[in-house]
C-alpha cells in the first residue's frame, strides 16, 4: 500500500521539475505554434515513451549503470549533445519563411516530431540518472523498489502529458499569428539556439 504523505510528496516535486524549463518545453511550443497539434501531440507522446523506456529501464537496474560506469554515461551524453546541436544546427542553417503547401504539416511531420521527441529524451543520460536517484527517495520501505520506481516514473509521464496538453491549448491560438514568413524564422533560429545550448550544456557537463 502506497503511502500517501510520501506520494503527495513526490507529486509536489514532480509536478515543479516537469514545468520546469528545458528543451522538451522549447519543442513543444516551436512544434504547435509552428507544424500545428498534431505534430505537437506525436511530439510529446516520442517525448513521454522516452520517459517509460528510461524508467523501465531504470527498474529492471539499467539505469544504474550510468550512475557508476563513467564510460556508459560519458557515450550516451556525448551521443544526446551532438543530436541536441544537430537538430539546432539544422533550424538555424535551414530556416523557412513557410510552412508546406496549404498551410499544413508534410505527411511525414508528424512521425518526424515523434522520432525527434523520442530521440532527444532518450539520448539524455541526465533523465536516467535522475530517475535512479529521484524515485527512489519516493518509494516506501515496505513496498518493491523495482516496481514502484516504474509506478513513480508512469505518475510522472502522466503529469508530463497533462503539462503539454496546457503548454499546446496555450501555444494553438498563437498559431496563426507565429505562421507568418517573419515569426517562423525567427521560430526556427531561437529554438535551434535553445537546442544548441542545451546539447553543449549536456557536453560539459561534469556532475551525474
Not at 527498474?59 to 563513467?70: D, F, N, Q, R, T
Amino acid at each position: 500500500m502506497a503511502d500517501l504523505p510520501l506520494f503527495l510528496t513526490f507529486l509536489a516535486a514532480a509536478s515543479v521539475l516537469t514545468i520546469t524549463p528545458g528543451v522538451d518545453t522549447a519543442m513543444m511550443l516551436r512544434t504547435a505554434t509552428v507544424d500545428g497539434r498534431r505534430p505537437a501531440i506525436l511530439a510529446g507522446l516520442g517525448i513521454t515513451v522516452g520517459c517509460l523506456i528510461w524508467g523501465g529501464a531504470v527498474s529492471l537496474g539499467l539505469g544504474a549503470l550510468l550512475e557508476a560506469s563513467e564510460l556508459a554515461y560519458t557515450i550516451v551524453k556525448i551521443i544526446g549533445a551532438a543530436y541536441l546541436c544537430w537538430l539546432g544546427a539544422k533550424l538555424l542553417i535551414a530556416t523557412r519563411t513557410a510552412l508546406d503547401p496549404a498551410g499544413e504539416a508534410a505527411p511525414t511531420a508528424g512521425g518526424d516530431a515523434f522520432v525527434r521527441g523520442l530521440l532527444t529524451n532518450l539520448l539524455n543520460p541526465k533523465i536516467g540518472v535522475f530517475y535512479v536517484t529521484f524515485l527512489p527517495q519516493f518509494v516506501p520501505g515496505h513496498a518493491d523498489v523495482a516496481r514502484y520506481s516504474f509506478f513513480l516514473a508512469c505518475v510522472h509521464v502522466l503529469l508530463t502529458l497533462i503539462w503539454f496538453a496546457a503548454l499546446i491549448a496555450a501555444a494553438m491560438p498563437l498559431g496563426r499569428l507565429l505562421r507568418r514568413p517573419s515569426a517562423i524564422r525567427r521560430l526556427d533560429r531561437l529554438t535551434g539556439g535553445i537546442f544548441i545550448a542545451f546539447g553543449v550544456k549536456l557536453a560539459t557537463s561534469s556532475g551525474r
